[in-house]
Each structure stands twice: as structure tokens, then as C-alpha cells.
């Protein structure tokens, strides 16, 4: 066992043991906390910027200090404002048959959470759901990615800067840290990562039948209806492939569009491209592919798909590293790994259709995705798309926004993940919602005690159940 895994089986037992010596934080604990968490995060972001981009090779520091810092510290503002609110016992009503007794539900912390951090945006996926464990009154573990080395040094230090390690403690590791992580007895897990990951983090946890939330991603389409503005949404579709690479768990996976457009969208994405992108090599604010390993796999899916019939069209020049310029694929069939797999990377398919009912049967024939992004649907199309289809949120007329509104919740559906957290909903997520009933003194509950067929009884199922004899 390496000193990694025993130091993680201590620390949980020290966070266990501190959270029963203190298991209901006030309002104000909660809050200060919250606002400590916040206050690292603006003075560590210059080391966070430094180490999210030495990991990567080049990353963006706009991008970081966009989701990796103003992500979270919006996030926390907002559980702050509102942790009153969330925290207040919320009145339910009684049966009939209870009435003048009085119900309610009181929101508990559940204890010691779990959180399994990816290496796309190990700031933000880590501190996101640390604010909800926070606001819901836990202590956390968070174990970061073995491809984020540096991150994850910044990070830990920058947690210790403002909490006890029985309050919260961050871990590195490699695979046999990170399968020992979703091993351990927590009270919940937040797991972002893959679907074939998440099926081992859900097995893993069914040993403790420890509760899980994954975020997994998925191919999120965008659907450009025949009325859209072809422009607009190809500048916008073009961003979400190239912010962070495409290396997101939102990033348009594919786009949608008329059949006799395509070859229109197709140019109008390689300009929207070449104007947030005059260079692609060397450029400060394009972030590379986060490993070799990773590009080559890019690499083999556009030529996959040039084997089997595709076009490419490349916005931009390729190099020797890991900046990969955007490819729109045209001409694609199912049996290309570009369609069957999550891209994760500036690979923009484009899946042609004739009608919109085409196109939701096209999206409805696969898993749900993380993510709908409708440019251009309007009226009874959009009602059409929000009810017939499936997906953990939509946008429209952008891609990903509303996964930055933190009143809203954020999760997958199906093989995109289960559960969400953000907002008022990470609170009720890893909070337990405990029923309470209180009889008053005089209520006679002892008419549903035998011995039965008292005169009460009977005349009360006679009330509900009409003829309780047959």
C-alpha cells in the first residue's frame, strides 16, 4: 500500500471523527468558509495560472482565470447568498387523516464527501463541488488527476492556506491512488470524468452503498435550424470547439445542419476560427492538448474518418506539438470513431439532416448527452426539442453558458451522469433530506392500533377507502 492510500484512509478517519465531535456547522461557519475559499483563490491565482499551465504545455490564462477562478468565486457568492434560504427546515404538509399534526424536512450535512477531479479543468471541477460539500455543512477529500502534477501541488497548498486537513485535504496519485480514492467509505462521491470511468467509480462505491454523482460528459450536439443566423452560429460553435481545445465536458461534440448548408457552415467556421485565431502554433491563448498520447488519438480519428470517405477541412496550419488547429469533418458515416466516441478535442463533425423531426430522431437515437445546443429553434421546433429529447441542460443560441449560472443545476442524464450540484440543488444533493413528524399531544394515532375494528378505525377507512368490507 503506497503512503498515499494510508494517508487518505487516515484522513478520512480524522475528518469522521471531526465531523461527529461537530456534525451541524451554523449558517455563519458555513459562510465563513465559504468566503475563506474564496479568498485563496484570489491570492493563489497567479501560482494557478503558472502550474494549470505548465501542466498542459500552453494553457490560456484567460481561460483559466475565466473558469478556474471567476467559475468558483461566482459559485461561492451565490451559496453564500443564499445559504440561509437553503438551510431552512422547509413545512410539508400531513395526510388527511394527520391533520393539525405538522411535518417538515430538515437538511443535514451527510458527512464526509468524496470528490474525483479530471485534468481538463482541475481547479474549477474540484472547487465547484467542494463549495456545495461546504455550503451543505461536510468536510471534503478531493483526489486531482495523475496528468496535473503541478496543479494538483498548487491546489493542496492552497486549501491548507485556509483549511484544517480534517476540514479538507487534497491528494495526488496515479491509477492505483485514484481506484483506492473511489474504494473508500464516504458518505458521497462527485465523480466528473468518463462514462467507462464513472462505471467503475459506481461499482467501487456500491461496495460502501456509498450515494454517487457523475458528471460524464457525452456527445452534446448543436442543431443550427434552418432559420439561424449561419455566422453567428458558427462563431459560436467554433468557440466551444476551441475553448480549452475542445478539452471540455460541454464542448459541441458535433453540429447539426440542413443539408444544403453544410459546405456554407463548414467556411464559416474555419473564418470564425481564423478571427479568435490569426496563429494557432505558439499562440499564448490556444491551449494545447493536454498529452501526446491524447493528440495522437485526435490524430487517428480525422484520419479514421478521411479513410472511410470523410472530408477535412482544416482551419489553421498543423505543427510538430500538441496546439492542434480546429477539423470540420463533413461526409460522415456511424462506423467512424469521430461519430461513435466523445471527442474531446477541436474535431467539429458535421451531421447533415432535412427536417428538424429528422434531426431529434438522429439525437434520440443515441445516449443522452451532457449538453443540447439549439441555434436558430424557436416556437413550437423548441418545444419540440426541450420535451422529445433528453440531456442534462440546454442552451440556445450559445453552447455552455447555463453550465455558468450557478442558480441553476448542473448534471448529466443517463450516460452523461446522474445527480448535479451548483446552486440550490448542490446543496440538496449532498445534503439528506430528513422527513421529521411531530403528533400533537391529544391526537389519537391509537385508533389505528389494534385491537382493530374500533368504531374510529372503521369509520376512517370508510373515509378513504369507501367500502373497506369488499
Known sequence: MSEIIE????????QRAAYARHPFPSRQERQVKLKALKDVLQRWQGRMIRAVNADFGTRSATETRLIEVLGPTLEANHAIKHLGRWMRPRRRHTELLFATNRAWVEYQPKGVVGIIVPWNFPVYLGIGPLIAALAAGNRAMIKMSEFTPRATEVVSGMLADAFHEDEVAVFGGEVEEARAFGALPFDHIVFTGSPAVGRHVMRAAAEHLVPVTLELGGKSPALVAPGADLADAAK????????????????????MVQRGSVETFTEAVVTAFGRMYSQVQGNADYTSIITERHAERLRGLVADAETKGGRAVVAGEHGPGRQLPLTIVSEVRDDMGLAEEEIFGPILPVIPYDTIEDALAYINARPRPLAIYAFGVEGEELESLK???????????????HAFQHDLPFGGIGNSGMGSYHGEEGFRELSHAKAVFRRHRFFPTGMLYPPYGGLLQRMAMRLFLKDPED
Open 236 to 255: 459560436r460553435i467554433a468557440h466551444g470547439k476551441a475553448f480549452n481545445a475542445g478539452q471540455v465536458c460541454l464542448s459541441p461534440d458535433y453540429a
Open 387 to 401: 420535451k422529445q429529447t433528453h440531456s442534462g441542460g440546454i442552451s440556445i443560441n450559445d453552447w455552455g453558458w
Open 7 to 14: 494517508r487518505m484512509e487516515s484522513t478520512l478517519a480524522a
